[in-house]
Each structure stands twice: as structure tokens, then as C-alpha cells.
């Protein structure tokens, strides 16, 4: 039945501010190291403008994060309309789209470096901000949401899994709570500029802080040809890396009216061969992590419980990056490693690295749509022990020691 409508207005209510808070923290998380590049640049370009010209600078910024999010939010629903359960990060179990990504931020790194020139067309300029200079910020926040949404921040999960169980205008309110959080400090800082009186005013040094600030561009390429190379294998990120070689020799040599139609061809083989690639089997992927991880399904759930045993689950994926430095600091660790053995407990990945219909069902089950998420089953307790998607070593052995 129907939940009171109260009960349906404080569930909105703590989604919206969840969402908020999620979004704030989301500027945290190391997923956006390149946008925090993006947001450096834009501060100092405008540390010497007028308050108006900085606000408009700062709302156009986050018209572009709140518009990415609502963009996702409408992608997100119609695929569900469409009958396939999907969730936060799903773009990202895409090669093509890893692909594509790739390549933008290759070029935006060579952007920086003054090899190209990036700009949005004339008719975008035209259309947002009628020519004043709203184009670029508005593409950033684009950009820089597009970066953040391999992460899952806390409070942030709980608030998706609540908005894509809801009707329409719920699900944009929770959206644009979580755009608005992720844009509401460089807002903050954009609408009183005297917080900025520190940052020194744009001139020639700029020139070599953009090429040191390209490193993360770059750094976040080889990241996402990991990705494809964990999830399709090594003839992926061949057609990527060869894609980008001639792109950016097209416009680092050439640099004439050949330059564009080369570029192109590059970057058509760069997408297309990362798209089209065969892939890499399951079987073919080495590991060479401590913990005896055995991939998830629920009969290996069931059949562990069935035994008594206990049971951890790791929801992760390659471009998660969240999941990623989890299990480098946490799931790792010596001490954590040595008690999941004490214990006898049985490990199971659920790698949603690739679209995995039954891991998206998984997480549906658990009031989930985003990763990571870490379960652990103790025999003789009705319900799970769920961590948060942050885990420390301290965390992991606290949860643990419930297990008799």
C-alpha cells in the first residue's frame, strides 16, 4: 500500500538534503581530480573580474552541472521505461563512451598546452548566454560532471536509490539537489570574489601552471585506457592508443588543412576500434589480489549461506574509482586480509565493470543503484551488515568481529 503522504514528503525531504550533501562531498572524492582543474583555471581567470561578471561566470557553471544531471536523470528513466535496469555509472560500462571520454580529455590536455585550440561552436556561444561569454563555463560544468560520475559520494547512494524509485518530479528535485551540491562551492566562491583576494591575478606565469595543470588530463587518459584494457582487453586500448597517436599528430605536426580530417579519422579509430574490439573473456583476466574472490552470483550467495558460512560482497568495477582506492586501502590491507581468513568467510566480487543484468538486480534488492557497496552476511542474523561507501581497514575489522 501507499505510504501517508508524510512519510512520502520526509523520504523526499532527507533524498533532497542526502542529495545535497552527497554532491558537496562528491567535490572530494578522487574521481575529480580533473575537475578540480577545470575549476582552478576558471577561478584565477576571473580573480580580477567585477562581482557580476564572476556570478554570471559561476552561474553559467552550474546551469552545466545541473543540466548534466538532469540529462543522466532523463537517460536513467527512459532506459528503465525501456525495461533495462540500469545505474549511476552506466555510461561508463560502455567502451565507446570510455572511449570517447578518452579522447576529450587527451585533447583538452593538449589544449592546455597550447597544441590546439578548444572552444564550443559559434551557434552554442549564440544560444546560451547570447554571446556573453557563457558558453565555455557552462561546457565545463558539463565536462566536469561527465568526470565525477564514476564516484559515488556517502549520502549519495541512498538518495539515487530512493529518486529512481519515485514519479518524475521527485526523481529531477533529487537530481538537481545533487547537481546543486556539487556546484554550490565554486557558486560560493564566484558570488563573493573577496574570498578569492589570494589568488594571484592571470599573466604570463599562467602559460606554464596550464601545462603543469594538463598532468591529470593525461594521467586520467592512461586511467581509462586501464578501464577498457580490464573490461575488453589489450586489442581495446590498441585502437585507442593508436586513434589518439594519429589525432595528436595531426595537430602537433601537421597543423594545417589536413590536420582536422586526420584528426578526425583518429579519433574514429580511437572510438570505433575501442567499441569494436573483441573482448577480453572473464578467464583471460589475471589477478593477483590476496583475497580468494570468487565471482558473484546469487546461487554462490545461497550456497554459502546454505553452509553456514559467512559471506562478503564487493559491488565494484574497474572505472569506479571509489571502488578502487577501497580496495587498495582497505580490502587490502594485511590485517583485513587475515580476518576474512580467520573467519572463514566467503568472498564474492560482483565486477559490474561491463552491463551484468544480475548485479543490477542485486542492487535493486538492496535499495541500490550506484557502486560501491560492501555486504556482509553473518549466519544467524535476519538482516545483512551493510558499510558505507567509504571503508577504512578499522571499518571493515569492526564489521567483522560481529561474526561469532
Known sequence: SSPPATQGARGLLVAVLSALIGGLILNLM???????????????????????????HGFYFSAGVIVCFWALAGILLLLQLGGRQVGWGFQFQSPAFVAALSVLFFFLALSMW???????????????????????????????TLAATPCTAPFMGSALGYALTQSFPATLLVFTALGLGMALPYLVLCAFPE???????????????KRFLAVPFFL?????????WTSRGVASVAFLSAGLVIAGAAFVIERG?????????????AVGGANFAPAMSLEQRTSSEQIAWQPYSAQ????????????FIDFTASWCLSCQVNERVALENPQVV????????????????SYDERITQALAGYGKNSIPVYVLYIP??????????????AIVLEGLKRIP
Open 257 to 269: 588543412k589536413f590536420a582536422f580530417p586526420i584528426g578526425l579519422a583518429g579519433v574514429l579509430i
Open 195 to 209: 574570498f578569492l583576494k589570494f589568488v594571484p591575478k592571470p599573466g604570463r606565469w599562467m602559460i606554464t601552471f
Open 338 to 353: 587475515e580476518a576474512l581468513r580467520e573467519h572463514g568467510v566467503v568472498t564474492l566480487k560482483a565486477d559490474w565493470t
Open 300 to 311: 554462490a550467495l545461497q550456497d554459502a549461506l546454505s553452509q553456514g558460512k559467512s559471506v
Open 114 to 144: 597550447g597544441i590546439v585550440n578548444i572552444d564550443v561552436p559559434w551557434f552554442v556561444r549564440n544560444w546560451i548566454g547570447g554571446g556573453s561569454g557563457g558558453a565555455n563555463p557552462f561546457a565545463n560544468g558539463i565536462i566536469a
Open 30 to 56: 578522487p574521481c575529480v581530480l580533473p575537475v578540480l582543474v577545470l575549476k582552478v583555471l576558471s577561478l584565477i581567470e576571473k580573480s580580477g573580474s567585477s562581482r557580476r561578471e564572476s556570478l554570471r
Open 220 to 228: 586520467t587518459v592512461l586511467w581509462l585506457g586501464w578501464v577498457l
Open 380 to 393: 544467524g542474523q535476519a538482516q545483512p551488515v551493510f558499510f558505507p561507501e567509504l571503508i577504512t581497514p
